[in-house]
C-alpha cells in the first residue's frame, strides 16, 4: 500500500528551499484523471525539533478551493490530538452535511430556469478583451510564460481600508479594492496610450471570483433542495464579468463596483451555469483579460506551545508555493490580481499579488499599476477620513434596473428621501394616471371618503392626530417619479399635510349640505401631482348645529382598500390620545412588502402561472 505521506529529509539544508523542494515532488503526484488529487509530504531532519518539520499538503484546484482548507485543518487538529491521546483511538470527524456532488447536481437543473440572464451577461462579455493591447492566446500564454509581482500596502492603510472606508461607501472591501485597481489601469491604459479602442475608455470589463457557497441558491427553481456547506470540501468557487465605470473620480469608481457586484442575480452564480453547463453564446465568448479575487484576512500566529496540536497551524513562515511545476497550464487572464490580508505580528497588510502574461505586459507596467493602485486607495482612505459622504448606489435601495445617473437625479428632485420601488399594480396605476393627465381627463384612481363626526371636535387635536399618523407610516409621505429604467416611489422624510378647514357652520342646513357636497366633489376632481407628495388630502368641514365631517381624498395608488380603514383607525386612536409619537410600531411597514417583493423567484413564479393558466 503506498504511503499517505510521503517524508523527504531537508538534509540539514534551507528549510524554505526544502519546503519547496517537496511542494513540487507532491505536484508531481497529482494526476485528476486517475483520481490523485492528494499529496502529502513531510519534511523533517533526523534530530531537528518538531517546530523545525513542515507537512506540505498538495491538492488539486478541482478538489479544494479557499473556503475548504479551514475545514480540512480543522480536521488534521481532531484527528491528531486524538492519535497523540491514543493511538489506538478512534478519530470522530464532523459529518459532511450536503456533498459536493449534490450541490452541483442542482446547480446543473438550473440552466433552463437561468436564460433569462443571457442579456445581463453579454453586456459585461467584450468580444475583443484587449486592456493591455493584445489578446490572450490559450496556446502562447501559458503559466510558464507568467511572473508575479507582489504589492504591499501599508497597516495604516490597510486599517482604514478594511474599516472606514467600506463604511464611507456603504460598502464590501471587495467593492473598494476592485474599485482603486480599476482606476489604477485606466490611469495607466490613459497615460500609456495603451490598448487600441480600449485605451481610456469610460468602463473596464473584470472577471470577479467568489467563493460560490450560496446554499440558498438551490432552494428556488423546479427542483428546490437544501444544502448545508459548512463541512463541505470542493471547489465551488464561481466566476462572473462586471463593467466598472471609470470615468469618474475614485469615489464614483468604487460606487460602480459596488453596484455591479450587489446588482449581479444571485451573487453571479448563474454565469458560470450558463457558460459552462449550457450551450449558450457566453459559452464562445472570451472572457475578461483581468481577474480579481480578494482571499479576505488571514489568521494571526497565536504562539501555542508546538508540542501539541498547534503543531498543526498553518505556518505563518511559509515561502511562496507556485501553483504549478509544468507550467503547462493556459493562463486565466492577461493581469491576475489576487488580494489577501497578510498578519505580521501586531499588523495586517493587504498584499496583492499580481500574476501577469509577459507577452502582453511587462513588469515595469505592472509595477506603476500596483503604484497607481495604492495610491487610489489611499485616495479612498482621504475620502472616508474627509467624512465625505459617498452617497448611495442603487443596490442599496433593492430597484432592479435603475442606474446611478437616474439615483443622483432623483437625489437632486428630492433631497434626503427614501426610494422605494413599486408593486406591480402601483407601475399600472402610474400609467392609468399619467394619461389621464396628458389628455385631461378626470382620474378614477382618485378615492374619498366622508365620515360624519358628532361631538365637540377640536380642530387642531385633529390635525395634530392627521401629523401623527404621517410621521407613524411613512407610505403617506409617499409619491412618485418616472425615470427611464421605471417608476420609483420616494418618501421624504418630512411632508406638511394637506390639511384644510371649510367653515359652513352659518348656514342652513340645506345650503350647508349643497355646499358639503361640491367642497367634496372639488377635492374629488382636483388632480394630485404624483411627485409632489402628500397624495392624500384631509378636508374637516364644519356643518350647522356642531356637526363635522372628515373628506379624505387619496390616490389610490397610495392606499388599498384594506389600508384606508387602518389609517382611519389610527388617525381616530391619535386624537383620543391612544396613538402618540411613542408608541411602538408594529416593526414592518409597506416597505418591507416591498422588500419581499423583489425577492421572490420570478422565473417560479412565471412557470407556476403558466402551469395554472395552461
Known amino acids: 500500500t503506498e504511503r499517505a505521506v510521503t517524508g523527504i529529509d531537508s538534509g540539514g539544508g534551507d528549510l524554505a528551499e526544502a519546503v519547496r523542494a517537496a511542494h513540487v515532488d507532491a505536484l508531481a503526484g497529482l494526476n485528476p484523471a486517475d483520481g490523485a ?16 518539520r513542515r507537512i506540505v499538503i498538495a491538492i488539486h484546484h478541482l478538489g479544494v478551493d479557499a473556503v475548504s482548507w479551514p475545514i480540512i485543518v480543522e480536521d488534521l487538529l481532531t484527528a491528531w490530538s486524538a492519535v497523540a491521546a491514543d493511538p489506538e483511538a ?10 459536493m456532488r449534490a450541490y452541483a447536481g442542482a446547480l446543473a437543473r438550473q440552466v433552463d430556469d437561468r436564460l433569462a440572464e443571457l442579456p445581463y451577461w453579454k453586456r459585461r462579455l467584450p468580444f475583443e478583451p484587449k486592456t493591455f493591447g493584445g489578446e490572450l492566446d490559450p496556446a502562447r500564454d501559458t503559466m510558464s510564460t507568467t511572473s508575479s509581482l507582489t504589492v504591499d500596502v501599508d497597516p495604516t492603510t490597510t ?7 467600506p463604511e464611507a461607501f456603504r460598502a464590501s472591501v471587495t467593492d473598494v ?30 472577471l470577479v471570483e467568489r467563493h460560490g457557497r450560496d446554499e440558498d441558491i438551490v432552494r428556488e427553481g423546479a427542483l428546490p433542495a437544501t444544502a448545508d456547506l459548512s463541512r463541505t470540501v470542493g471547489w465551488f468557487t464561481t466566476v462572473s464579468p462586471i463593467r466598472v465605470d471609470v470615468g469618474g473620480d475614485v469615489v464614483a469608481t468604487v460606487k460602480s463596483a459596488k453596484q455591479e457586484l450587489a446588482a449581479q442575480p444571485d451573487r453571479g452564480i448563474g454565469f458560470g451555469i450558463l457558460r459552462y453547463l449550457g450551450d449558450t453564446e457566453l459559452s464562445r465568448r472570451p472572457l475578461p483579460d483581468i481577474g480579481f479575487n480578494y482571499l479576505g484576512s488571514a489568521a494571526a500566529g497565536t504562539g501555542v506551545d508546538v508540542g501539541g496540536a498547534g503543531a498543526l497551524l498553518p505556518a505563518q513562515d511559509a515561502p511562496p508555493l507556485s501553483p504549478t511545476y509544468r507550467g503547462g497550464m493556459r493562463a486565466t487572464a492577461a493581469l491576475a490580481v ?20 509577459e507577452n502582453l505586459v511587462d513588469s515595469t507596467a505592472v509595477d506603476d499599476i500596483g503604484d497607481r493602485w495604492r495610491a487610489e486607495l489611499e485616495a479612498a482612505v482621504d475620502f472616508a477620513r474627509s467624512g465625505g459622504d459617498a452617497g448611495r448606489t442603487p443596490s442599496d435601495l433593492g430597484i432592479a434596473g435603475l442606474t446611478q445617473h437616474e439615483l443622483d437625479n432623483l437625489e437632486l428632485r428630492f ?8 408593486s406591480p399594480l402601483q407601475e399600472g396605476l402610474f400609467f392609468e394616471a ?11 384612481y382618485v378615492v374619498q371618503s366622508a365620515i360624519d363626526l358628532g361631538g365637540d371636535v377640536d380642530d387642531d387635536r385633529l390635525a395634530a392626530a392627521v401629523r401623527t399618523v404621517f410621521d407613524r407610516h411613512r407610505v403617506l409621505r409617499s409619491g412618485f417619479a418616472s425615470t427611464a429604467s421605471g417608476v420609483v416611489t420616494v418618501v421624504p422624510g418630512v411632508v406638511e399635510p394637506d390639511w384644510r378647514i371649510v367653515d359652513l357652520g352659518g348656514l342652513s342646513d340645506s345650503d350647508a349640505a349643497r355646499r358639503a357636497a361640491l367642497e367634496a366633489a372639488a377635492d374629488h376632481h382636483r388632480p394630485f401631482d404624483l411627485g409632489s407628495p402628500p397624495l392624500i388630502r384631509f378636508t374637516l368641514i364644519r356643518l350647522p348645529d356642531g356637526r363635522y365631517r372628515l373628506v379624505v381624498t387619496n390616490h389610490h395608488l397610495l ?9 382611519l383607525a389610527d388617525l381616530f386612536a391619535a386624537y383620543a390620545g391612544a396613538l402618540t409619537d411613542e408608541t411602538p410600531t408594529v416593526g414592518t411597514d409597506y416597505r418591507d412588502f416591498l422588500d419581499w417583493l423583489s425577492r421572490r423567484d420570478r422565473v417560479s413564479d412565471l412557470r407556476a402561472w403558466r402551469d395554472l393558466l395552461a
Open 434 to 444: 399619467s394619461m389621464a393627465s396628458a389628455h385631461g381627463a378626470d382620474d378614477v
Open 90 to 99: 478512534d478519530i470522530d470527524l464532523r459529518p459532511e452535511v450536503t456533498s
Open 177 to 206: 479594492l476592485i474599485g482603486a485597481l480599476t482606476r489604477a489601469i485606466a490611469g495607466w491604459q490613459h497615460d500609456n496610450q495603451i490598448g487600441g479602442r480600449t485605451a481610456g475608455r469610460s468602463a473596464l470589463n473584470i
Open 415 to 422: 433631497p434626503a428621501a427614501d426610494v422605494w420601488p413599486v
Open 37 to 52: 488529487l492528494v499529496a502529502v509530504r513531510l519534511v523533517e531532519q533526523d534530530g531537528a525539533p518538531l517546530s523545525q
Open 159 to 165: 486599517e482604514a481600508v478594511l474599516g472606514i472606508v
Open 338 to 357: 489576487n488580494v489577501r490580508v497578510a498578519v505580521r505580528g501586531q499588523q495586517r497588510n493587504l498584499v496583492a499579488d499580481m500574476v501577469f502574461c
Open 559 to 567: 392606499l388599498d382598500g384594506w389600508s384606508g380603514p387602518l389609517v
